[in-house]
């Protein structure tokens, strides 16, 4: 039989075993294999400033600001101005008190009230503080401090719904857990795969990227850093869709020695979704660069694959500012991680 046969089969007969492990876990699942458009990207550098270790947080503050969160520093938030392209403020210390923080997961901007929200998940509380407060402030504190609510579930990633709402996923009793603006708990949503007895070991593979969202749609996204599934959800909570491709992957829990990766970050227009993916296999915690996508995958809202882009550097966290036509990302040159950005068309 021709080799090449021989290979197809194979690979078809793996695809099937794989499959059969995610309808034992997943429900209501498209899956693919490949992208019809693809692309090789290059990049620019954003400024000169380099990190030894890839920065924690990465977000954009109202089209002007971008803000990550460096652990080795002493002042472990940065502020950088996209304009200038430069760093522009320092804040935030390590610790238990105001305005310290031993492990920061998530910082919101809510354009509405100019604020942002800054989720410490190693203390449970989110710091709130206008923007234009921390641009004046010559020390740093933030406005309000408030516990979160901890009746759903552990939460690590969120997004801001609207002034009243935001959502989780983390740790939970299910995928979403919702919070009033008092970080009360509403409800948890979303199916979780597998038995109860498998919980353990689910949550700890079903580390999720940060969560985005579309407000024209009502729709939000997020994918899951251990196999390449990407989950899309109605505001309210309900599924809408989750896509598994392009590798067909094996659940993280199911792994056996090597653990496969997933995406890493997300970002979002009103057309698409940006995934930063890797799809390699780690044998150990010293794989952890693997982790670090090579590839941008994009989706539109409804989950329909568009294009996969090919780059020259692993790249960490990403952000996109619409108004700017400029997606941003933290980059590894190979001794350094960095800020790099591209001009989309």
């Known amino acids: 039989m021709n080799k090449y046969i021989i290979l197809f089969l194979i690979n078809l007969l ?144 969120w997004e801001i719904i609207n002034s009243d709402t935001l959502l989780a996923t983390g740790g939970l009793n299910k995928r979403l857990c919702f919070y009033n603006s008092k970080f009360d708990t509403i409800k948890t949503e979303g199916y979780i795969p597998g038995n109860f007895s498998d919980r353990k070991d689910i949550f700890k593979y079903l580390t999720s990227t940060d969560i985005v969202k579309n407000d024209d749609e009502k729709k939000i996204a997020f994918g899951n850093r251990t196999n390449d599934i990407l989950e899309i959800f109605r505001f309210n909570g309900k599924i809408k869709k989750t896509i598994h491709g392009p590798d067909i992957n094996k659940p993280g829990w199911l792994a056996s020695s090597s653990i496969p990766t997933g995406y890493f970050d997300l970002a979002s227009s009103s057309k698409y979704i940006y995934c930063v993916y890797s799809g390699e296999k780690t044998n150990d915690k010293m794989d952890w660069i693997k982790t670090l996508g090579k590839n941008i995958l994009i989706f539109n809202w409804e989950g329909k694959p568009i294009k996969k882009i090919e780059l020259d550097h692993r790249i960490g966290d990403i952000v996109i500012s619409e108004k700017n036509k400029t997606i941003y990302f933290i980059f590894y040159d190979g001794d350094y991680f960095r800020l790099g950005y591209h001009q989309l068309d």
């Open 14 to 157: 793996f695809i099937q075993c794989s499959k059969q492990d995610c309808d034992d876990y997943y429900k209501k699942y498209n899956s693919f294999d490949k992208f019809p458009i693809v692309e090789k990207w290059k990049f620019n550098t954003f400024s000169k400033n380099k990190y030894m270790l890839p920065p924690s947080t990465f977000s954009i503050l109202d089209d002007r600001y971008l803000v990550l969160v460096n652990k080795k520093n002493h002042n472990i938030i940065h502020l950088y101005n996209i304009e200038k392209r430069e760093l522009i403020k320092s804040f935030g210390n390590k610790g238990k008190g105001p305005g310290e923080y031993m492990g920061i997961s998530d910082i919101l901007y809510e354009k509405r009230n100019n604020r942002i929200f800054i989720y410490d998940a190693t203390q449970k509380k989110f710091d709130i503080v206008n923007l234009t407060d921390i641009l004046r402030q010559k020390r740093f504190k933030p406005n309000m401090t408030t516990k979160v609510s901890l009746d759903g579930g552990i939460p690590l990633r």
